[in-house]
């Protein structure tokens, strides 16, 4: 576990959210944030992750296909929920094509996952990267 | 020391299996330190390719319901084999060239390939249908570039003299004439293709095929993969330097100039790397078999006319 806090592997997961948290996250990437001096990636298989950022509130669509990418990924491994629709729904709340939020989702598969959230609308890049390292500093 | 102890130490430790570990990661912290600098990042720290190995070693493996599971972990350990042995080849032709035998060109050609049969092997076994894609790319590739490789050689036979051991081609360098210089370049341009950068990453290709090749591997697996290409970061620079160059540290030249060819031949690899974007298949075909193709073609005929008129610059 200690040489996964040095080196966070991450794979994107949209599950039904508005491009917004997921444009963010791709923020993170650029010359100006660069995650790469944490040890942080973007890798492009679930098989090669050890973190998930997942957006989105979960359409009933993409709730079978989250489990499967969590099933997917090696373990130990993060599932980090990112926006409010990911945390709680947002303002999906009510929305008859809603089965999240996240967690509900996660913890059918595996009730001891390990679930970090990003709240924000859109969570700004440092929000995103300071919640990220801060769930890696109490793991 | 008695003489196995000393031959097993040289094989594990010094120029073997740790060494050559350690310095191809490295070597690979080096590639993503000057990617970063080139995109105006600051990069990941010196430790990060450590870091990546030791935490992969520590994860689950998973393993396809549909692969062909003796294959599918078999593979990658006959990739780092090869790899492995090649680099020792070249390390003992680097410190100890009168010892023994420490094979020739053709042997080293023939490890060259491992590496990539284990990829195709390993990645057809794994039943997913983007590794499938990537298997077919990877195939490709490597029929389009070996012909240009071994074309590249034969010219630096030819300006050796008929020299087939790589300790004595290390003893001179082809790389200082016209013909030479043609067969270098293009060689450098098949160990890119080799090594899997852009612009001939289309079997990987992160942006279409998730990771192509390695996409169902997890784990310690993965992290076997990733050492492999690790030592061939070091092992084909060097192989480069030893039939280019004149070889790593021999004919009495003091060893931070061999370290100064292998730095040089892995910034060219790296700055290749990042100022080209990736080409399709079928546009690396037609470059190395047809471009590639007459340029070695020209530069066999150049070097046949040099030897026999005797003009050691064409």
């Known amino acids: 576990m200690w040489s996964l806090k040095k080196s966070v592997w991450v794979f994107h997961v949209n599950t039904g959210a508005c491009n917004n948290c997921d444009i963010e996250i791709v923020d993170c990437l650029t010359p100006k944030f660069d995650i ?58 009510t929305g008859y094509h809603m089965v999240g939020p996240v967690d509900k989702i996660i913890k059918e598969v595996d009730p001891n996952a390990i679930i970090a959230y990003v709240p924000g609308c859109p969570p700004k890049p440092e929000a995103i990267i300071s919640g990220v390292l801060k769930a890696l500093a109490v793991l | 020391m008695t003489e196995p102890l000393n031959i097993l130490l040289q ?60 294959v599918f972990m078999a593979a990658p350990l006959v990739g780092l084999a090869g790899v492995l042995l090649l680099s020792t080849m070249l390390w003992r032709i680097a410190f100890q060239p009168a010892e023994l035998f420490v094979g020739d060109i053709i042997v080293a050609i023939y490890l060259m390939v491992l590496p990539s049969l284990a990829l195709i092997l390993g990645s057809s076994a794994s039943a997913s249908p983007h590794a499938a894609v990537g298997t077919s790319r990877e195939m490709k ?73 390695y996409m169902e591997y997890s784990g310690p697996l993965l992290a076997i993969w990733k050492l492999m290409q690790a030592i061939m970061l070091v092992a084909l620079p060097l192989f480069l330097v030893t039939v280019f160059m004149g070889g790593f540290g021999s004919a009495g030249m003091p060893l931070a100039w061999g370290i100064g060819k292998y730095v040089l031949v892995l910034v060219l690899v790296i700055l290749i790397k990042n100022t080209h974007p990736r080409v399709r298949i079928d546009q690396a075909m037609k470059f190395f078999w047809v471009y590639c193709g007459i340029a070695l073609a020209a530069a066999v005929v150049l070097a046949m006319i040099g030897n026999s008129c005797g003009w050691t610059w064409l």
Not at chain 1, 42 to 56: K, Y
Not at chain 1, 65 to 86: D, H, M, N, S, W
Not at chain 2, 42 to 65: H, M, R, S
């Open chain 2, 141 to 213: 590739l490597v029929m389009s570039y070996e012909l240009p490789l071994v074309m590249a050689f034969i010219v630096v036979i030819i300006k050796t003299g008929g020299q087939i051991s790589l300790a004595a081609i290390a003893e001179q360098a082809p790389v200082l004439s016209v013909s030479g210089m043609l067969a270098f370049l293009v060689s450098l341009l098949c160990v890119q293709a080799k090594l899997g950068f852009v612009p001939f990453d289309m079997a990987e290709a992160e942006t279409e095929l998730g990771s192509g090749l």
């Open chain 1, 36 to 93: 790469e001096r944490l040890g942080i990636k973007l890798v492009g298989s679930p098989r090669h992750a050890d973190a998930l950022l997942v957006t989105g509130g979960v359409t009933a669509q993409a709730a079978p296909r989250l489990r499967e990418v969590y099933r997917q990924t090696p373990k130990p491994c993060i599932v980090f929920a990112i926006g409010a629709c990911a945390c709680d729904k947002g303002i999906f709340t």
């Open chain 2, 11 to 70: 094989i594990l430790v010094f120029p073997g299996f740790v060494f050559t570990v350690a310095l191809g990661l490295v070597a690979s912290w080096v590639v993503r330190k000057v990617s970063a600098l080139v995109q105006w990042r600051v990069g990941p720290p010196l430790f990060q390719p450590f870091y990546d190995i030791l935490k992969l070693l520590g994860k689950e493996t998973l393993v396809p319901q549909q692969a062909q599971r003796t």
